[in-house]
């Protein structure tokens, strides 16, 4: 098993950046295929960005591509989110998960997750 724990959220307003952090424990890091999810008020769980065991293969949904960057230091055991010209839509809470199959994304496909970390981009 793995534990997951999400830093770095917070309140900014539009055009800001933000980078999100999510610190693993337990089993080994490197193992796992590792994705960013979000989640808005009334919404479902979407997917964000994935990326590969060894930080080399990468994913985004079409609304953050260009914007944002995922990416992993499996010597830290972390991974990354930063976020680049936040607009208000993308205010959810952000969730990293861990799963076996990369290119993985619905939620479930993953069976770890974190407690997520809050986002909120004011106009």
């Known amino acids: 098993q793995v534990q997951l724990v999400e830093s770095g959220g917070g309140l900014v307003q539009t055009g800001d950046s933000l980078r999100l952090s999510c610190a693993a424990s337990?089993?080994?890091?490197?193992?796992?295929?590792m994705d960013w999810f979000r989640q808005a008020p009334g919404k479902e769980r979407e997917f964000v960005a994935g990326?590969?065991?060894?930080?080399?293969?990468?994913y985004y949904a079409d609304s953050v591509k260009g914007r944002f960057t995922i990416s992993r230091d499996n010597a830290k055991n972390t991974l990354y989110l930063q976020m680049n010209s936040l607009k208000p839509e993308d205010t959810a809470v952000y969730y990293c998960?861990?799963?076996?199959?990369?290119?993985?994304?619905?939620?479930?496909?993953?069976?770890?997750w974190g407690q997520g970390t809050q986002v909120t981009v004011s106009a």
């Open positions: 337990g089993r080994t890091f490197s193992s796992y295929v």
């Open positions: 990326v590969g065991r060894f930080g080399i293969s990468t």
């Open positions: 998960a861990a799963g076996e199959r990369l290119g993985a994304r619905r939620p479930t496909d993953f069976g770890f």
